[in-house]
């Protein structure tokens, strides 16, 4: 049995990791199976998560994003956005891991220099925090994005 639970503990991480192609068609309707997003309407991430993950706390922060949704209106590359981003922390955190690891490596995506992929052990520490989709928006102005 102890045997049957460390094999487990070792395969379901690397399953999940497989994942993030899957559970990113749940995010496709708004921010397109290009990562292109909608001009105006839902922000892209191809080519805009790396400006995240270069920031200084842009790493926890889609972390955030993904467990506490955001509202209001942002900026990205010069277009305002001011949609809803739901919240999706009924995922588990290496299936939020994996999304993100997703998200960071696609449509010629790619973590900057010195970032490992994100781990469900960081998404378990932004899990212990609440926080509502107006803080998440405020803690976005904080990243200094343009």
């Not at 049957?4 to 199976?33: E, K, M, R, W």
């Not at 809803?84 to 960071?104: C, F, K, T, W």
């Not at 790619?110 to 509502?132: D, S, Y």
């Amino acid at each position: 049995m102890k045997r049957l639970l460390l094999l487990l503990v070792l395969i379901l991480p690397a399953a999940f990791a497989q994942s993030g192609p899957v559970l990113y068609q749940q995010c496709q309707g708004c921010h397109q199976p290009n990562g292109a997003g909608i001009p105006g309407v839902f922000p892209p991430l191809a080519g805009h998560v790396p400006d995240i993950l270069a920031a200084k706390g842009g790493r926890p922060w889609l972390i955030q994003v993904l467990l506490w949704g955001m509202s209001g209106e942002i900026v990205v590359k010069g277009v305002k956005y001011n949609g809803v981003m739901p919240s999706y922390r009924q995922l588990g955190d290496a299936e939020i891991a994996a999304l993100l690891n997703h998200i960071s490596t696609q449509w010629g995506n790619k973590f900057p220099a010195g970032q490992k992929p994100f781990t469900p052990a960081e998404v378990r520490a932004q899990r212990a925090k609440t926080l509502t989709p107006a803080q998440v928006n405020s803690a976005r102005k904080a990243l200094g994005l343009k």
